[in-house]
Nanobody
Framework: QVQLVESGGGLVQAGGSLRLSCIAS????????MGWYRQAPGKEREFVAT???????????DYADSVKGRFTISRDNTKNTVYLQMNNLKPEDTAIYYC?????????WGQGTQVTVSS
């Protein structure tokens, strides 16, 4: 069982930045595929970014088109933490952001952190 705890959400003006963090439990964090998803009111949860283990020390990052060039996903395996740096935030980025871990083909989700971008 993998436990995830997100933090870093808040209220920010359009054009501002936030950095989300997600701490995961477990001894094999470096092999977890990690991702960020978001859910806006009245909408389905959607993919934001993932950083996947490709073997050894290689990771592959992928982004939704809506956040490419503005968001950056990264990880610190020494801290069992994945980050989402969000720059040039827009009102349409307002949502609850969820951290996801994939370990041994099982999906685990955090409780979410609210991001609100005012215009």
């Amino acid at each position: 069982q993998v436990q995830l705890v997100e933090s870093g959400g808040g209220l920010v003006q359009a054009g501002g930045s936030l950095r989300l963090s997600c701490i995961a439990s477990g001894r094999t964090f470096s092999r977890y595929d990690m991702g960020w998803y978001r859910q806006a009111p009245g909408k389905e949860r959607e993919f934001v970014a993932t950083i996947s283990w490709s073997g050894g020390l290689t990771y592959y990052a992928d982004y939704a088109d809506s956040v490419k060039g503005r968001f950056t996903i990264s990880r610190d395996n020494t801290k069992n933490t994945v980050y989402l740096q969000m720059n040039n935030l827009k009102p349409e980025d307002t949502a609850i952001y969820y951290c996801k871990a994939v370990q041994s083909s099982r999906n685990y989700w955090g409780q979410g952190t609210q991001v609100t971008v005012s215009s």
